[in-house]
């Protein structure tokens, strides 16, 4: 139940994406050389674009393209390919030791109410006995988190209200949208079993499409074999919305971007979008930044950042330089070593004859 729910909220997590496009480093581009020879200048609403186009196409590959640039994405394969090359060797590790002692069965790598919840998602039958037995969970979760909601109301419009970075329009359209999100959760019955089912259904659609019969099969999987499922991944993910009324091509398709006030490297993007039948709009300040579009707080965040780093790298080097320059114990002839406790040359008299 847990696994599941981290997999929901990180399919939930997509529809961010388009937000966290706004701010993302566009496409990389050569900047004006000394001889004048210069690349086609990317422009501030071209990544957003791209990645707005990737969505709306269920475009995995083409999303990918648009971050191609991001360092998230290059961090994220490579830790996910860490964590296959880890789980592979764990599954060797264990394969050979159980062949030498129980014959060639293989522990699973995942408690078996995963793998249970796996192969349940294989068939028709197995969501509903899925949903029968997760419904009354489900329910039970979506009361208590609705009634934090409603208690938070008021405050949450306070927080809004009280912002000083938001104007006053922005404080009102946020203010609309909270009472939508509100009628939104009234009106839409999330322990429904029916909704549910939908859900399940389109989620065991890409379970099937894997091909895969265990889950524990996804966690050895490397990231570019894991993305050729991207696309149904996407449409799954629209699929789940679907269920609890919300339509995602809805709202891409209401999504636009404007450049406006371009002068040199700096640059604002103008987008708009309509939520939950409230309209949007939001000025983002950007900065061409080593090649790439960044908002201005990002590249204010990214300089701090670098400031901070170079202070303490030369407070680094002069404590060592100094430590290095220190002279170090002076010798002395008192010493109470053996070799100085007793000076034969100078401290003892010669005997008398």
Same mark, same amino acid.
């Given at each position: 139940?847990?696994?599941?729910?981290?997999?929901?909220?990180?399919?939930?997590?997509?529809? @961010?994406?388009?937000?966290?496009?706004?701010?993302?480093?566009?496409?990389?581009?050569?900047?004006?050389?000394?001889?004048?020879?210069?690349?086609?200048?990317?422009?501030?609403?071209?990544?957003?674009?791209?990645?707005?186009?990737?969505?709306?196409?269920?475009?995995?590959? $083409?999303?990918?393209?648009?971050?191609?640039?991001?360092?998230?994405?290059?961090?994220?394969?490579?830790?996910?390919?860490?964590?296959?090359?880890?789980?592979?060797? &764990?599954?060797?590790?264990? /394969?050979?030791?159980?062949?030498?002692?129980?014959?060639?069965?293989?522990?699973?790598?995942?408690?078996? !109410?995963?793998?249970?919840? %796996?192969?349940?998602?294989?068939?028709? $039958?197995?969501? #509903?006995?899925?949903?029968?037995? %997760?419904?009354?969970?489900?329910?039970?979760?979506?009361?208590?988190?609705?009634?934090?909601?409603?208690?938070?109301?008021?405050?949450?419009?306070?927080?809004?209200?009280?912002?000083?970075?938001?104007?006053?329009?922005?404080?009102?359209?946020?203010?609309?949208?909270?009472? /939508?999100? +509100?009628? %939104?959760?009234?009106?839409?019955?999330?322990?429904?079993?029916?909704?549910?089912?939908?859900?399940?259904?389109?989620?065991?659609?890409?379970?099937?499409? !894997?091909?895969?019969?265990?889950?524990?099969?996804?966690?050895?999987?490397?990231?570019?074999?894991?993305?050729?499922?991207? #696309?149904?991944?996407?449409? !799954?993910?629209?699929?789940?919305?679907?269920?609890?009324?919300?339509?995602? #091509?809805?709202?891409?398709?209401?999504?636009?971007?404007?450049?406006?006030? !371009?002068?040199?490297?700096?640059?604002?993007?103008?987008?708009?979008?309509?939520? &939950?039948?409230?309209?949007?709009?939001?000025? &983002?300040?950007?900065?061409?930044? +080593?090649?790439? %579009?960044?908002?201005?707080?990002?590249?204010?965040?990214?300089?701090?950042?670098?400031?901070?780093?170079?202070?303490? +790298?030369?407070?680094?080097?002069?404590?060592? @330089?100094?430590?290095?320059?220190?002279?170090?114990?002076?010798? @002395?002839?008192?010493?109470? @070593?053996?070799?100085?406790?007793?000076?034969?040359?100078?401290?003892?008299?010669?005997?008398?004859?």
């Amino acid at each position: 139940m847990k696994r599941i729910s981290v997999v929901l909220s990180l399919s939930l997590a997509c529809g @961010s994406a388009l937000a966290s496009s706004m701010v993302a480093p566009a496409k990389a581009v050569a900047a004006p050389d000394v001889a004048g020879i210069t690349m086609p200048a990317s422009r501030v609403v071209d990544q957003p674009n791209a990645v707005l186009n990737a969505l709306k196409q269920n475009d995995f590959a $083409a999303l990918q393209e648009a971050f191609e640039q991001d360092k998230d994405i290059v961090a994220i394969a490579k830790q996910w390919n860490e964590r296959a090359d880890r789980q592979r060797a &764990f599954r060797a590790k264990h /394969a050979a030791g159980n062949v030498e002692a129980h014959g060639p069965a293989m522990p699973p790598l995942v408690d078996d !109410t995963m793998q249970q919840t %796996w192969q349940k998602f294989q068939s028709t $039958a197995g969501v #509903d006995a899925l949903v029968d037995e %997760w419904q009354p969970k489900i329910a039970e979760q979506v009361g208590k988190s609705l009634l934090a909601f409603n208690v938070g109301f008021g405050a949450t419009l306070a927080s809004i209200a009280s912002e000083k970075k938001l104007s006053a329009h922005e404080v009102q359209q946020l203010t609309q949208l909270m009472y /939508a999100v +509100q009628n %939104w959760t009234g009106r839409v019955d999330f322990a429904d079993r029916e909704r549910l089912r939908r859900a399940f259904l389109a989620a065991s659609q890409l379970v099937r499409q !894997t091909g895969l019969k265990r889950f524990d099969d996804t966690q050895t999987m490397a990231f570019e074999d894991a993305i050729v499922y991207g #696309d149904a991944m996407l449409k !799954t993910v629209k699929q789940v919305f679907a269920a609890y009324e919300v339509d995602v #091509d809805e709202i891409l398709n209401s999504v636009r971007f404007t450049e406006i006030d !371009t002068l040199g490297d700096k640059a604002t993007l103008h987008a708009e979008a309509r939520v &939950f039948g409230v309209d949007i709009t939001h000025d &983002f300040k950007m900065q061409r930044y +080593q090649g790439q %579009w960044l908002s201005s707080d990002s590249v204010d965040a990214t300089a701090d950042a670098i400031e901070v780093a170079e202070a303490a +790298q030369a407070a680094s080097e002069a404590a060592a @330089s100094d430590a290095q320059a220190a002279p170090g114990p002076e010798s @002395s002839s008192t010493s109470c @070593s053996p070799e100085n406790e007793f000076d034969v040359a100078g401290d003892v008299a010669p005997e008398a004859n």
